[in-house]
């Protein structure tokens, strides 16, 4: 089960202004390449995919691969129109949808 | 050239030695012939050109389990001048394949951070694809230490 993400979003950014948005999740990002201690492959569970929306547009997606590092992290740009919330989602194998938003203010 | 016995020496060797180092990678490592093959499925068999696109990782990698990278396409992000999306390889991983970035007019510019897993020494390819069809290519090489022996 993975933990709260955790994420930074400016709290406001003017008009126009390309921002920085960084977010972290803890998750172990198994493989599927390794084996347990009697040789038996250890099952692939990892988070697949990555979206950031904001106000339902498509801001940032991410598909992931067993070669992202455990606990993924991304930093990506935006640029927003007026202000809103920003939506995170992060899809693991298992079905589990761990989510995340934050608002911010367009002076 | 003709067949000494020394020439045929060495082609034994040479060739012996090739036979056991290829059984030994290809079931376990993706091939650089791999990676360019999913290169071609991505851009549906366009040639990707030099330039744009820029992709940024460390030199030398001591911890192969969390290696930086950076990858960032000149691009105004409007209209036609668009980055649609950009995909990661490294061709020496048990999968070529590491993620695939998409983008919007939301995004503002294209660039993506994200931290990767390397088996060992191996090339990093970043491959962007744009709204009007054209397909640009970046290439790195990670030195990955296995084992913390300093090499």
Request: proline share 5%.
């Amino acid at each position: 089960m993975a933990s709260k993400p955790r994420i930074k979003v400016p709290k406001s950014a003017s008009a126009g202004e390309v921002i920085t948005l960084k977010t972290l999740i803890s998750h172990e990002m198994e493989s599927g390449q390794r084996k347990d201690k009697d040789g038996n492959p250890i099952p692939r569970k990892i988070i697949n995919k990555f979206t950031c929306t904001f106000e339902g547009q498509m801001v940032f997606e991410c598909d992931l691969d067993p070669a992202i590092s455990a606990n993924p992290y991304f930093e990506f740009n935006a640029k927003v129109p007026s202000s809103g919330t920003f939506k995170f989602a992060w899809l693991d194998d298992d079905g589990s949808v761990y989510e995340a938003e934050a608002p911010i203010e367009v002076k | 050239m003709k067949l000494t016995r020394r020439n045929v020496l060495g082609l034994t060797a040479g060739a012996a030695a090739f036979a056991v180092a290829g059984a030994r990678i290809t079931p376990a490592f993706a091939s650089a012939e791999e990676t360019e093959k999913s290169i071609m499925d991505f851009t549906g068999g366009a040639a990707p050109a030099e330039g744009k696109i820029t992709l940024t990782a460390p030199e030398i990698a001591e911890n192969g389990n969390t290696v930086p990278v950076t990858v960032t396409v000149e691009s105004t992000m409007s209209g036609d001048d668009m980055v649609e999306s950009i995909i990661l390889f490294a061709d020496g991983n048990p999968n070529p394949a590491v993620a695939t970035f998409r983008f919007s007019e939301l995004s503002g510019a294209a660039l993506a951070t994200t931290r990767i897993r390397l088996a060992k020494t191996q090339n990093v390819v970043a491959v962007a694809k744009m709204k009007d069809g054209s397909v640009f290519m970046d290439k790195k090489q990670v030195k990955v230490t296995i084992g913390g022996c300093g090499g």
